[in-house]
């Protein structure tokens, strides 16, 4: 089937035909047959690259252009949101069957708006998270969706997110009832089940537009089912000599799976001469440049610097320690070939897109603080398989793993390679998540009593698995606990209180918020901003925290004997060590120290320290709602202020100046340190003065001045625009 045979307007089919889109694959030529187009719900499951994903824009394409409705689109990572995000953009330039433009929404952060901000976007692209979030606010176009496309819908099975993607999709089967659901799964084994769960037309393929092959590497061998390819010699090492095989010719590349993130930098440096050699004299000029914008951001890490001169060879590493920024850099630079060699940690294989020739994963086992090294599951290792192959330019996609011992060979076959990954199991009862879960249910008015409550679990997947008894007993439990705590009251039926209410619009677990107010009933015998920090450092919702070393412990001693009656000691030693390490990470920031200083005292990387920070802005605007419930509501303030230092990494007198848009910390201390210390100085202050200041230009100048009433004379909008000095209006 073509995409001309497709019935959409001839203008989406030339837009498709733009992308690339000629010949439908056979899960989309599958789509079609089983009622895509006629609103049957579909289950997809089948390789990366499959061509899934068209699937639900063909269908968005069709309910947008005849005005049916909303469509949302929902992802796990940011990451992926803005992939989509874009994807869409590109599709839908076509007009409605009426003549208006199609409007493109996305919504991944900001756990405290309504949502009600997105009812003008005919398509909004979202987080699992961020949906979540959204429901409980009750926005009035939640009933107006037409279409809902629900994308790595085997995570229904990860301890972390499976929760939160189950209930989603339970709620939005009784929300929206008539809308047409679409998910997206990988190669999974019990998939039947999930279609029969999800009402589906259950859609199976192996086929990917690639062809794979995995095997094993061992000894400078590539042992695959049907042959043995040897692997020549060149630099005496395995993994220099596969990665040479690699890219040796016709724009090779190759992709690294590591455990850790130091094995990654390790790797990427150990494979730079191979890199090196294989750059036309256009890529190493072009990689220069690369290089440069990695090096001239604001507070660069030796991290950073490894990275940008790495990237100058023609390697990279990927892992979330980087900046998004920096991400972006290299996911670009190694779509376009020109970086030949990228070693990543796992969280690759299920965020971007980013196909290689040959895949290699090094190891099998994962790290984590909580576990330590544990083998990976079979469908993880199929995740990052899937990367190898890329259409239009592999004619077939290698995956090996990375064998030590020749004894290895036949596990990593007969385990992995041949093997099919695990069924998806619920986590619902597994997880703290399920009191928010059903605090929620109550508040967006699913359940009025306990018949009713008990009735909406009996229609999550967990039921699929689960006996009956099971499922009441932890619903009960979690009422029990909430009514205990004051967020739910019985009262002819059951009725969340305004505390219970709260808890569910500000997305934090009712675990949190009961902590909060715990900590508030009764303060150490001096309050700060250490004691605000530890209040929510201490919560469930702030986990994972840093982990301290034995290294840490000089400094954290010094912390104590410094802040002893500001602080909580109800925990473990262990415990309060890991709060100590993480509230001097987030102290360090809002006392605008560099991301070199925080990096080199507490081993923190600019990533890890933005989703830190991320993290601890939301839960101290939720501890300052929730203070409205203690008896100290003069700390309200306090939370709030200690939010937007943390959100921008600001000591207190930079406040003011970091409310207007384009003025982060780096800009913020510059105007301050030259004596402009407020909005009310900006507006006194001459354009031509701000234009001087370093990190301004005219094009920020004329912004900010607008947004305080101050006057630019002589000046338009048009020709500040032409003098911009600087292109870039992020916030540093």
């Given at each position: 089937?073509?995409?001309?045979?497709?019935?959409?307007?001839?203008?989406?089919?030339?837009?498709?035909?733009?992308?690339?889109?000629?010949?439908?694959?056979?899960?989309?030529?599958?789509?079609?047959?089983?009622?895509?187009?006629?609103?049957?719900?579909?289950?997809?499951?089948?390789?990366?690259?499959?061509?899934?994903?068209?699937?639900?824009?063909?269908?968005?394409?069709?309910?947008?252009?005849?005005?049916?409705?909303?469509?949302?689109?929902?992802?796990?990572?940011?990451?992926?949101?803005?992939?989509?995000?874009?994807?869409?953009?590109?599709?839908?330039?076509?007009?409605?069957?009426?003549?208006?433009?199609?409007?493109?929404?996305?919504?991944?952060?900001?756990?405290?708006?309504?949502?009600?901000?997105?009812?003008?976007?005919?398509?909004?692209?979202?987080?699992?998270?961020?949906?979540?979030?959204?429901?409980?606010?009750?926005?009035?176009?939640?009933?107006?969706?037409?279409?809902?496309?629900?994308?790595?819908?085997?995570?229904?099975?990860?301890?972390?997110?499976?929760?939160?993607?189950?209930?989603?999709?339970?709620?939005?089967?009784?929300?929206?009832?008539?809308?047409?659901?679409?998910?997206?799964?990988?190669?999974?084994?019990?998939?039947?089940?999930?279609?029969?769960?999800?009402?589906?037309?259950?859609?199976?393929?192996?086929?990917?537009?690639?062809?794979?092959?995995?095997?094993?590497?061992?000894?400078?061998?590539?042992?695959?089912?049907?042959?043995?390819?040897?692997?020549?010699?060149?630099?005496?090492?395995?993994?220099?000599?596969?990665?040479?095989?690699?890219?040796?010719?016709?724009?090779?590349?190759?992709?690294?799976?590591?455990?850790?993130?130091?094995?990654?930098?390790?790797?990427?440096?150990?494979?730079?001469?191979?890199?090196?050699?294989?750059?036309?004299?256009?890529?190493?000029?072009?990689?220069?440049?690369?290089?440069?914008?990695?090096?001239?951001?604001?507070?660069?890490?030796?991290?950073?610097?490894?990275?940008?001169?790495?990237?100058?060879?023609?390697?990279?590493?990927?892992?979330?320690?980087?900046?998004?920024?920096?991400?972006?850099?290299?996911?670009?630079?190694?779509?376009?070939?020109?970086?030949?060699?990228?070693?990543?940690?796992?969280?690759?294989?299920?965020?971007?897109?980013?196909?290689?020739?040959?895949?290699?994963?090094?190891?099998?086992?994962?790290?984590?603080?909580?576990?330590?090294?544990?083998?990976?599951?079979?469908?993880?290792?199929?995740?990052?398989?899937?990367?190898?192959?890329?259409?239009?330019?592999?004619e077939v996609g290698y995956s090996l793993i990375y064998a030590r011992k020749q004894e290895d060979i036949d596990y990593f076959v007969n385990n992995?390679?041949?093997?099919?990954?695990?069924?998806?199991?619920?986590?619902?009862?597994?997880?703290?998540?399920?009191?928010?879960?059903?605090?929620?249910?109550?508040?967006?008015?699913?359940?009025?009593?306990?018949?009713?409550?008990?009735?909406?679990?009996?229609?999550?997947?967990?039921?699929?698995?689960?006996?009956?008894?099971?499922?009441?007993?932890?619903?009960?439990?979690?009422?029990?606990?909430?009514?205990?705590?004051?967020?739910?009251?019985?009262?002819?039926?059951?009725?969340?209180?305004?505390?219970?209410?709260?808890?569910?619009?500000?997305?934090?677990?009712?675990?949190?918020?009961?902590?909060?107010?715990?900590?508030?009933?009764?303060?150490?015998?001096?309050?700060?901003?250490?004691?605000?920090?530890?209040?929510?450092?201490?919560?469930?919702?702030?986990?994972?925290?840093?982990?301290?070393?034995?290294?840490?412990?000089?400094?954290?001693?010094?912390?104590?004997?410094?802040?002893?009656?500001?602080?909580?000691?109800?925990?473990?030693?262990?415990?309060?060590?890991?709060?100590?390490?993480?509230?001097?990470?987030?102290?360090?920031?809002?006392?605008?120290?560099?991301?070199?200083?925080?990096?080199?005292?507490?081993?923190?990387?600019?990533?890890?320290?933005?989703?830190?920070?991320?993290?601890?802005?939301?839960?101290?605007?939720?501890?300052?709602?929730?203070?409205?419930?203690?008896?100290?509501?003069?700390?309200?303030?306090?939370?709030?202020?200690?939010?937007?230092?943390?959100?921008?990494?600001?000591?207190?007198?930079?406040?003011?100046?970091?409310?207007?848009?384009?003025?982060?910390?780096?800009?913020?201390?510059?105007?301050?340190?030259?004596?402009?210390?407020?909005?009310?100085?900006?507006?006194?202050?001459?354009?031509?003065?701000?234009?001087?200041?370093?990190?301004?230009?005219?094009?920020?100048?004329?912004?900010?001045?607008?947004?305080?009433?101050?006057?630019?004379?002589?000046?338009?909008?048009?020709?500040?625009?032409?003098?911009?000095?600087?292109?870039?209006?992020?916030?540093?």
């Amino acid at each position: 089937m073509e995409v001309d045979d497709l019935e959409i307007p001839e203008d989406a089919k030339t837009s498709l035909r733009e992308l690339g889109f000629s010949t439908l694959y056979p899960v989309q030529e599958q789509s079609i047959k089983n009622g895509l187009l006629e609103g049957r719900n579909l289950l997809i499951s089948a390789p990366t690259a499959s061509g899934k994903t068209l699937v639900p824009i063909i269908a968005t394409i069709k309910k947008t252009y005849n005005n049916e409705g909303k469509v949302v689109y929902l992802v796990p990572l940011k990451a992926l949101a803005n992939e989509k995000f874009e994807e869409f953009n590109s599709v839908l330039k076509i007009k409605k069957k009426n003549g208006s433009k199609i409007k493109v929404g996305i919504s991944t952060s900001d756990f405290a708006s309504t949502g009600e901000e997105l009812r003008n976007f005919d398509v909004i692209v979202a987080t699992y998270e961020k949906m979540d979030s959204l429901i409980r606010h009750k926005p009035s176009w939640l009933k107006n969706i037409s279409l809902l496309t629900f994308d790595e819908i085997h995570l229904i099975g990860s301890a972390d997110r499976g929760p939160v993607v189950e209930i989603i999709l339970t709620w939005l089967k009784e929300i929206s009832p008539n809308s047409q659901n679409i998910a997206l799964s990988a190669t999974i084994s019990n998939a039947r089940k999930i279609a029969e769960w999800l009402n589906a037309n259950l859609i199976q393929s192996d086929w990917r537009p690639v062809p794979l092959k995995e095997g094993v590497f061992f000894s400078n061998s590539i042992i695959l089912d049907d042959e043995t390819i040897q692997v020549s010699n060149v630099f005496g090492d395995e993994l220099q000599d596969l990665a040479n095989h690699a890219i040796k010719d016709n724009r090779g590349q190759i992709l690294f799976f590591v455990p850790t993130r130091k094995r990654a930098v390790a790797l990427a440096r150990k494979l730079s001469p191979v890199s090196s050699l294989a750059l036309s004299k256009n890529e190493k000029a072009i990689l220069e440049k690369v290089s440069s914008e990695l090096l001239s951001i604001e507070d660069l890490t030796p991290v950073g610097s490894e990275l940008a001169n790495l990237v100058k060879k023609g390697v990279a590493f990927h892992h979330a320690g980087l900046t998004s920024f920096q991400r972006k850099k290299v996911e670009e630079a190694f779509k376009k070939h020109y970086i030949k060699i990228l070693v990543a940690t796992p969280t690759l294989a299920a965020g971007v897109n980013l196909p290689a020739r040959y895949v290699c994963v090094t190891s099998l086992e994962r790290y984590s603080q909580e576990f330590g090294y544990q083998q990976i599951p079979i469908l993880e290792y199929k995740q990052m398989a899937g990367r190898a192959g890329r259409p239009q330019f592999d004619e077939v996609g290698y995956s090996l793993i990375y064998a030590r011992k020749q004894e290895d060979i036949d596990y990593f076959v007969n385990n992995y390679i041949k093997a099919k990954p695990e069924p998806i199991r619920s986590n619902l009862t597994l997880s703290n998540y399920i009191t928010s879960a059903v605090l929620s249910t109550i508040v967006i008015g699913l359940a009025s009593d306990e018949v009713e409550l008990e009735e909406v679990f009996e229609k999550t997947f967990l039921a699929k698995q689960a006996t009956t008894q099971l499922i009441k007993y932890k619903v009960m439990q979690s009422l029990d606990y909430l009514m205990k705590n004051g967020a739910v009251i019985l009262s002819n039926g059951i009725k969340a209180t305004p505390l219970g209410r709260r808890i569910a619009e500000l997305y934090v677990l009712p675990e949190t918020a009961f902590s909060i107010l715990n900590k508030l009933s009764s303060l150490p015998r001096k309050v700060s901003e250490v004691t605000l920090l530890q209040i929510v450092v201490s919560t469930p919702d702030m986990h994972p925290l840093l982990s301290s070393t034995r290294k840490d412990l000089p400094w954290i001693d010094e912390f104590i004997n410094e802040h002893y009656d500001e602080l909580y000691f109800l925990e473990t030693e262990s415990a309060i060590q890991d709060q100590l390490k993480t509230i001097r990470a987030i102290e360090m920031w809002i006392n605008e120290y560099s991301l070199d200083k925080i990096y080199e005292e507490l081993d923190l990387e600019p990533g890890d320290l933005y989703a830190l920070n991320e993290k601890a802005t939301w839960l101290l605007f939720a501890a300052s709602e929730i203070a409205k419930w203690s008896k100290y509501p003069e700390l309200i303030k306090d939370f709030e202020i200690l939010s937007t230092r943390v959100k921008y990494g600001i000591k207190t007198e930079l406040l003011d100046l970091v409310s207007l848009e384009g003025i982060g910390r780096v800009r913020a201390r510059n105007l301050y340190k030259i004596g402009i210390k407020s909005k009310e100085d900006i507006a006194k202050t001459s354009f031509n003065e701000l234009v001087k200041v370093p990190g301004i230009g005219a094009k920020l100048a004329y912004k900010i001045k607008s947004q305080v009433g101050g006057q630019v004379k002589d000046i338009d909008e048009k020709e500040v625009t032409q003098k911009s000095l600087f292109g870039d209006e992020r916030k540093y």
